[in-house]
């Protein structure tokens, strides 16, 4: 079956420490999707790419990596510099972006906490 | 500007039928999204509105009207299984989604 899963569900960081984030989706879209969720607000979008080696910044990607070496993934970096990382962290793609009815299909997410 | 208001919460029983509302303010139009998203799970999509009027889909069906803003997601025979939140996103003139915080529904026997 097609889909796309992030891993891991769960994750732990002390204070200071870069984590990686793993997206990878088998449906053979072109543009793939960063998100973070925190409760009482709306997805608010960290990164996203439309094409393999291409990316652009969202709304709020300070203290945020990534890279789109193939097309299949999409890993997300969190870096000490990102003040607030405790979040959930959803991936998403869509068979092209640019359009209007650009459908995305979102990974199961993960959750990161830091001590 | 951008903004996309929807209510935080809504209870309803099972069996009946519930509107969700959602109004938007956004530079340009795109089309207006709803996902369902049971909680700690992926969202996934619902439904898809570019030009007014009413899409329907089994129990589900959207309504837009552009001039006003404003979009709801109408959902009748509720189950127990429709306890979720459900977000409603516009897509602005550089087809970028724009969330709201989403609006958790509860159903009651």
């Known amino acids: 079956d097609g889909g796309i899963t992030q891993s891991p569900k769960y994750l732990f960081r002390k204070e200071g420490q870069n984590v990686t984030l793993s997206c990878e989706q088998n449906?053979?879209?072109?543009?793939m999707y960063w998100y973070r969720q925190d409760p009482g607000q709306g997805l608010r979008l960290i990164y996203y790419?439309?094409?393999?080696?291409?990316?652009q910044k969202g709304d709020i990607a300070e203290g945020y990596s990534v890279s789109r070496e193939k097309k299949e993934s999409f890993p997300l970096t969190v870096t000490s510099a990102q003040k607030n990382p405790t979040a959930f962290y959803l991936c998403?793609?869509?068979?092209?972006?640019?359009?209007?009815?650009?459908?995305?299909?979102f990974g199961a997410g993960s959750r990161l906490t830091v001590l | 500007g951008q903004n996309i208001d929807q209510p935080t919460e809504m209870t309803a029983t099972e069996g009946a039928i519930v509107q969700i509302n959602c109004t938007y303010q956004?530079?340009?139009?795109?089309?207006l999204f709803w996902y369902q998203q049971h909680a700690g799970e992926a969202p996934t999509f619902l439904s898809y509105?570019?030009l007014d009027g009413l899409e329907e889909k089994g129990r589900f069906s959207s309504f837009l009207s552009r001039s006003k803003g404003y979009s709801y997601l109408l959902l009748k025979e509720l189950q127990m299984k429709d306890s979720a939140s459900y977000l409603c996103?516009?897509?602005?003139?550089?087809?970028?989604?724009?969330w709201g915080a989403g609006t958790k529904l509860i159903i009651k026997p």
């Open positions: 449906l053979n879209h072109d543009a």
């Open positions: 996103a516009d897509m602005d003139s550089n087809y970028q989604l724009i």
């Open positions: 790419s439309q094409i393999v080696n291409d990316f």
């Open positions: 956004t530079s340009g139009f795109n089309g």
């Open positions: 998403a793609s869509s068979i092209t972006g640019g359009t209007g009815a650009n459908v995305l299909t």
């Open positions: 509105n570019v």
